[in-house]
């Protein structure tokens, strides 16, 4: 399963560049872009998902009191809001097994609502490519 053909494939149609590896975790993580403009303001949208062996969807979970669970068609996601600590993110790490887990992480700049409709948007698109738990 390569992570570039399916982010390609979520996004086809909807302006993103082609899905390319990302320089912190080039073996794990693609990432698509798309601009655009709002009133005369350029703006951009970031999209990752990231496939990893050896972790589970609920590592790592920044702020738990702010993260939020949940099932989409049956499997276990946290969403974090904002997960470095900066508007305009949002994080959804999905359950692949018992040791690996799906990531998709969207980055507006500055809308974390939009950044989260979006990361829920792809996540639920991914799910169903994802092997079943």
């Known amino acids: ?60 979970i920044a702020n738990p009191q702010q993260a939020r669970s949940g099932k989409i068609t049956g499997r276990p996601f946290i969403e974090q809001r904002d997960p470095l600590g900066v508007p305009g993110g949002c994080q959804i790490g999905m359950a692949v097994g ?5 990531l998709v992480i969207v980055s507006t700049g500055t809308d ?9 948007e792809v996540a639920s698109s991914l799910e169903p490519k994802l092997p079943k738990n």
């Open 1 to 60: 399963m390569n992570q570039c053909t399916l982010l390609d494939q979520i996004l086809a149609g909807q302006g993103y560049s082609a899905a390319h590896p990302t320089v912190a975790d080039p073996k794990r993580s693609c990432r698509a872009d798309k601009s655009f403009s709002d009133g005369g303001t350029r703006l951009g949208l970031d999209v990752v998902i990231s496939l990893q062996d050896g972790q589970k969807y609920t590592d790592d």
């Open 98 to 102: 018992s040791n690996a887990r799906a």
């Open 112 to 120: 974390s609502d939009a950044a989260c409709k979006t990361t829920e």
